[in-house]
Structures are given as structure tokens and as C-alpha cells.
């Protein structure tokens, strides 16, 4: 999809403060408030925009632990992924989940606020997940980047 100047205008406003109003997205961009609408609701319709989400501060949740867990089922069937998919997105624990190609099967993402809540989670919920034939986890020491998205203004344009 072909994205024009003003679409990316739109855009980085929007990674930049998603609560801004129409009128002031429409001044910052150079359209009027109705034009500026009916280009958002384009992007929105096509999917460019998938949604819009608050950012919330796991430390201020008390969630101190981010980890990262590899897992490999015992199968790749489409009966096997599918599977093990419908139950990862059960799980309110996992925050990001990713079908890989390579040494393991799914990458996640799981956030906890101690080593004993992520204990509890490896056993009660990881661990019973369908198919699951090795869990792997690494343990983020420190946060240094975390976008939702690239700097759309890096791209070539």
C-alpha cells in the first residue's frame, strides 16, 4: 500500500500522541479538520491503522519481570499450530507471541512481578500449553528499546 506524505504526516503525529484531537492533527499537518477526518478513516479502513492503545508502565503495574520464552512443539502440523495458538491467545500472561521460523517453533512474551509469579506461570499455564515438547526462557535485565512500530520518519520515503 502506497502511503503518500500527508498519510505519513498523519502517522508519525499519531505514534507520537494518539489522543491528539482531529483539528489539531489537521493544523499540524496542513489539511482542513474535515479532509484530515476522511484521510484517517482511509487509513483505518485499509488497515494501516490497526488500532489505538495506551502505552501502561509495567514497572507502575508492579511487573518487574520480562521474559523471554522459546518454545517447540512436538509437531508443526497445521492441526499442531493451530492448536497451540487458540490456547496462547487464552492466556493472559503472554503479551507477544510469534510463529518463527528456525531453532524453535514460538517466541513469547510473558511479563511477571517475581520470579515466583513467573514460576507459577511456567508450571500452571506455559508448560500445559498444547503440544509443548521444550520451553526455553531468558530473562530481560534491563529495558532499552520498546516500540510498538518503527520511526516512520526513518523510512524511505
Not at 498444547?130 to 510498538?148: D, H, T, Y
Request: glycine share 4%; proline share 1%.
Amino acid at each position: 500500500m502506497k502511503l503518500d506524505k500527508i498519510d505519513l504526516s498523519i502517522l508519525i503525529q499519531l505514534q507520537q500522541d494518539a489522543r491528539i484531537s482531529n483539528v489539531d492533527l489537521a493544523d499540524r499537518i496542513g489539511l482542513s479538520a474535515s479532509a484530515c477526518s476522511r484521510r484517517l478513516d482511509h487509513l483505518e479502513k485499509r488497515q494501516i491503522i490497526e488500532k489505538y492503545q495506551a502505552v501502561i508502565s509495567n514497572k507502575a503495574l508492579g511487573q518487574t519481570i520480562t521474559s523471554i520464552v522459546h518454545i517447540t512443539l512436538d509437531g508443526q502440523s497445521e492441526n499442531h499450530l493451530r492448536e497451540f495458538e487458540l490456547a496462547v491467545s487464552s492466556c493472559p500472561h503472554i503479551v507477544a507471541c510469534f510463529l518463527m521460523s528456525g531453532e524453535c517453533d514460538y517466541i513469547v512474551r510473558v511479563n511477571a512481578k517475581d520470579m515466583s509469579e513467573f514460576e507459577h506461570i511456567h508450571k500452571n499455564w506455559l508448560s500445559v500449553l498444547p503440544g509443548v515438547s521444550r520451553i526455553q526462557s531468558s530473562f530481560a535485565m534491563r529495558e532499552v528499546i520498546n516500540r510498538a512500530n518503527i520511526d516512520i520518519t526513518s523510512m524511505d520515503k
